[in-house]
């Protein structure tokens, strides 16, 4: 019996890593189209929900903190080329 050639395909470990290579791109993109909807106006409004959640505003400010520090590393890897859409917001 023989092996099917896309089973042969598959197991190529350089079909594999374009496979994964691939797969990461599309995560890269996706992840950069959602990364672009951010605005310190959607942030206000999650600030608003997570308030009347009970959510302090010392936790609040830590999200925005490591927020922001995404922003700012993706801008200095060069994954991203827009400013920090969250470096005017505040509590």
């Known amino acids: 019996m023989s092996i099917p ?4 395909l598959i197991s190529n470990p350089m079909t594999i ?8 791109k599309q995560i890269v ?11 310190a106006k959607l942030f206000n409004q999650f600030k608003i929900i997570k308030r009347a959640e009970g959510v302090t505003d010392s936790t609040l400010n830590n999200y925005l903190v490591n927020l922001r520090s995404v922003y700012n590393y ?10 920090n859409p969250l470096a005017g917001c505040s509590l």
């Open 5 to 8: 050639n896309s089973t042969l």
């Open 17 to 24: 890593s374009c496979i994964f290579s691939s797969f990461e």
């Open 29 to 39: 993109l996706r992840a950069s189209r959602e990364a672009r909807k951010m605005s």
């Open 74 to 83: 993706l801008i200095k890897i060069k994954e991203i080329n827009y400013s």
